[in-house]
């Protein structure tokens, strides 16, 4: 449930980058910048980041560690800096619907949850979804009822079909069969020519999504507002649908760009990072060493 440009997978990053970084100094990096600047915005991805994949998307959950420091780091007046070295913002930037995040973590009060590649977002219980998304409604559930009935058929023996608000996913995770990623991908792209939608592949999955042009970069834009301009910026992903916002934070001076690595991991999202940790659990160590730095 990931997101880029519609390309094919490459090898994993293990073989194209150095070795990860241990998960303490990762946070030591953090929190010098974040003390520099003032301020953290941090935005991490959720399947492969701080949740370790499963074969069912339903079975995902945030590792314990990685959550209590995500809350800890948006509890209510983290903002302003209570009871901390300095003011924290967090954001979970994902492909899922954000309210199926918001299901699988407990946050603080100060969090927001974009989902769907910026389209949407979840923020005191409540969902809001970008004006444009809304017209392309229709033919995304007609493209989801093709599909279900194509793999009725018998198309891609295996293959899960997933909806969500803003796309429709066929995982091939956990399906031992040889060909399978790519007829799910042959799929998506035809059932989706004939709706006009777009096509984002991932690990395991080939989604058919809105052809609204936005990208988790764009949600992380949409955070920079106000005094969080001039925060330190961390950004953590995995998946093809980081690299946007990987791109962004590596791009700006004194941002922190960070694969989560693992052997699937794409080399080009080790390439749009800065750094690479070897797995969520490590992600999870560095943020736990990070909130026990900035506690005040």
């Given at each position: ?56 998307p339903g079975e995902v959950a945030a590792l314990p560690g990685a959550e209590r420091a995500l809350a800890w780091l948006s509890r209510r007046g983290a903002g302003t800096g209570r009871d901390a070295r300095c ?34 977002s979840t923020r005191d219980g409540e969902v809001t979804l970008v004006p444009e998304a809304q017209r392309w409604m ?159």
């Open positions: 449930m990931k997101d880029t440009a519609d390309a094919a997978p490459a090898a994993g990053v293990a073989a194209h980058a150095g070795p990860p970084v241990a998960p303490g100094e990762m946070a030591r990096r953090i929190v010098e910048q974040a003390l520099r600047c003032g301020g953290l915005l941090l935005c991490t991805d959720f399947d492969g980041s701080i949740a370790p994949i499963r074969s069912r003011p924290t913002r967090v954001a979970i930037v994902t492909a899922r619907d954000s309210e199926d995040v918001a299901a699988r973590i407990a946050l603080g009060p100060d969090a927001v949850i974009s989902g769907n590649y910026g389209l949407e229709p033919a995304l559930s007609a493209a989801a009822a093709e599909l279900e009935g194509e793999l009725a058929a018998g198309r891609c023996p295996g293959a899960r079909l997933e909806r969500k608000r803003c796309g429709v996913v066929l995982h091939t995770r956990g399906v031992e069969r040889e060909g399978i990623e790519e007829c799910a991908l042959e799929l998506a792209r035809e059932v989706a020519g004939r709706w006009r939608l777009a096509v984002v592949p991932g690990k395991r999955v080939a989604e058919i999504h809105l052809p609204v042009k936005r990208t988790k970069a764009d949600a992380v834009r949409a955070l920079q507002r106000g005094r969080w301009r001039e925060a330190a910026l961390c950004v953590a992903g995995d998946d093809y649908g980081d690299i946007p916002m990987l791109l962004l934070a590596r791009d700006r001076e004194g941002g922190l760009a960070v694969a989560v690595g693992d052997e699937e991991t794409p080399a080009e999202v080790a390439a749009a990072a800065r750094w690479r940790l070897a797995s969520p659990e490590a992600w999870a160590d560095a943020l736990t060493a990070t909130v026990e730095a900035l506690r005040g």
